[in-house]
């Protein structure tokens, strides 16, 4: 079986990364009054950009970085943090690569202005981190991407919002039915539901608890309370 772990992931940073972010001034400054709004975040940004406004303006930082540089800077802190249980006074980048990596592997499947997939290979890291540190003898399992994931997200025709949940429920599909037969199923355009009702009752169970899980840890109340069916 496969159980991924639910992880305290930081809620204000997060949900900036489920939502859409262009690149405009008027985001500059939606983004500048949310991070001012939190103030663990704010001090946060104003420690690790030290290197481009001692002053902490966040309004110099915002224009120099980038969403994209604010958002991989804080990535590699909160990772950092997980693994030493404290807060560097400088972002560590290489922490982040595979991420950027998992996120360019997907670009085409998403709109831009997201950053969903950077979010889910964020949630992956995390829990590989979990799992490592964790005593217990029964561990959760960590969220591991692949190669041959990404291979099934080509058969697809469209764009998704959601591309972390399309991810994360073909991951699990992958698991319980093989990578063989799930190519032969998704190629012939079989539907999630036509999927779904081919696992067992337990590995149903199992793949429900993994999304609940998942959507806990990112704190995504629509996947629990809104119909997103017609959602792209």
């Known amino acids: 079986m496969i159980h991924f772990p639910f992880i305290s992931l930081p809620e204000h940073f997060t949900r ?4 859409n972010i262009q690149n405009s001034t008027q985001t500059n400054n939606n983004l500048e009054l949310y991070i ?7 001090a946060l940004v104003r420690k690790i950009f030290r290197d481009i406004d001692p002053d902490g303006f966040l309004g110099k930082i915002i224009s120099i970085s980038g969403w994209a540089g604010i958002r991989n800077r804080l990535a590699a802190v909160y990772l950092e943090y997980a693994m030493t249980g404290r807060f560097p006074e400088t972002a560590n980048l290489s922490l982040v690569t595979d991420i950027i990596n998992i996120e360019n592997k997907l670009r085409h499947f998403t709109p831009t202005g997201y950053s969903r997939t950077f979010l889910f290979g964020f949630y992956a890291k995390m829990s590989l981190i979990h799992v490592k540190k964790s005593t217990g003898t029964i561990s959760p399992t960590p969220l591991i991407i692949r190669d041959e994931h990404f291979e099934f997200m080509k058969i697809s025709k469209g764009k998704s919002v959601r ?27 079989s539907r999630y539901e036509t999927l779904f009702a081919l696992l067992s009752a337990d590995e149903q169970k199992e793949m429900i608890d993994n999304c609940m899980a998942y959507g806990a840890s990112i704190f995504d109340q629509e996947i629990f309370l809104t119909d997103v069916a017609i959602q792209s």
């Open 36 to 42: 001012n709004d939190n103030k663990e975040l704010n």
């Open 16 to 19: 900036l990364l489920a939502s």
């Open 163 to 189: 591309v972390d949940w399309l991810m994360l429920q073909l991951i699990q599909y992958d698991h319980f039915l093989g990578t063989e037969r799930m190519n032969t199923l998704l190629q012939t355009g």
